[in-house]
Structure formats: structure tokens, C-alpha cells
């Protein structure tokens, strides 16, 4: 049974930082290409960054980029995201997302075939 467990979440002031982390389970991880999404009310989810399988290449949505790193560790099956210089804007659910078996990144949501539960961010003003 594959499992990804978002984590880091919380409540930040506007310009601070925070880091998301994924715990993925039940698969070769490295396998995967692995994705953060968001979604805030009202709005569709929309792709953040994405991160090839070796982490070798990484894809940016021109909201975050230069914000936001994404970075994963094929060792601990884990997949992280640090959020810099957070806006209001930013909040929102995050959602972590595994393309299975994917050779290069897609940043199609209906590409990905595993999916979180979510963790909230909220950023005050």
C-alpha cells in the first residue's frame, strides 16, 4: 500500500520560512518522480516544483521560483519542500504527488498517481 505522508505545516508570518517534508512508503521511491501541489479555496491545484527521480532536475511554477527548493533523499523515501520569503498568497493545502514509474517530470496534475492528505500553510500578513 503506497502511503505519502505530508508534515511542517503551520501558521508564519509573511516573510518567514517554512519546510514541508513527504514521507513516501510502499513502492521503490525511486522509482518515482515526485511533485508538490497546492490548493487553496475556490482555486484549482496547481503544481508548485517537481524533482526527477536521481534529484537531478528539478521544475519551478514561476510563483515560487527563487522562494521555494524542492530536494528529495532516495535514501529515507523522503521528499521535502523549503518555502522561503512566504507571502500571504502562499496560503494554502500542499499536497506531495508521485508519478509513477515516470522518466522525466510532468507537471500535469493527472499525471501523478499517488497523492497525501495534505498539510495547511497559512501565512498572516
Known amino acids: 500500500q503506497v502511503q505519502l505522508v505530508e508534515s511542517g505545516g503551520g501558521l508564519v508570518q509573511a516573510g518567514g520560512s517554512l519546510r514541508l517534508s513527504c514521507a513516501a512508503s510502499g513502492r521503490t521511491f525511486s522509482n518515482d518522480v515526485m511533485g508538490w501541489f497546492r490548493q487553496a479555496p475556490g482555486n484549482e491545484r496547481d503544481i508548485l516544483a517537481a524533482i526527477s527521480r536521481s534529484g537531478g532536475s528539478t521544475y519551478y511554477a514561476v510563483s515560487v521560483k527563487g522562494r521555494f527548493t524542492i530536494s528529495r533523499d532516495n535514501v529515507k523515501n523522503m521528499v521535502y519542500l523549503q518555502m522561503n520569503s512566504l507571502k500571504p498568497e502562499d496560503t494554502a493545502s500542499y499536497y506531495c504527488?508521485?508519478?509513477?514509474?515516470?522518466?522525466?517530470?510532468?507537471?500535469?496534475?493527472?499525471?501523478?498517481?499517488?497523492w497525501g492528505q495534505g498539510t495547511q500553510v497559512t501565512v498572516s500578513s
Open positions: 504527488a508521485a508519478d509513477r514509474d515516470a522518466l522525466g517530470i510532468r507537471t500535469t496534475q493527472a499525471r501523478y498517481d499517488y
